[in-house]
Nanobody, 121 residues
């Protein structure tokens, strides 16, 4: 079993930045692909960014390309989501998730509890 705990959420103004962290335990972190998802009120959970086990491959949805960066530190069992030039539409609860291979679907095996992010206009 892999346990995931997100941190770093909060309130930020439009144009500001936040960095989310997701700490993993209970498994071999370096063997898992990691994804960041978000769910805004009244909307479905959506894939935001993903990274393969080595960090050599990353994927982003179009709306965050050039603004968000996913990265990982396998020595620290942690994946990050750096969010810059934030917009009110980025407001959501952000979740990290893990599975053996990278996918942009919601078919991940392990999920964190989420970190709320609010972008004020």
């Amino acid at each position: 079993q892999v346990q995931l705990v997100e941190s770093g959420g909060g309130l930020v103004q439009t144009g500001g930045s936040l960095r989310l962290s997701c700490a993993a335990s209970g498994g071999t972190f370096s063997t898992y692909a990691m994804g960041w998802f978000r769910q805004a009120p009244g909307k479905e959970r959506e894939f935001v960014a993903g990274i393969n086990w080595s960090g050599g491959s990353t994927y982003y949805i179009d709306s965050v390309k050039g603004r968000f960066t996913i990265s990982r530190d396998n020595a620290k069992n942690t994946v990050y989501l750096q969010m810059n030039s934030m917009k009110p539409e980025d407001t959501a609860v952000y979740y990290c998730a893990a599975r053996r291979t990278l996918t942009t679907t919601r078919q991940y095996d392990y999920w964190g509890r989420g970190a709320p992010v609010t972008v004020s206009s």
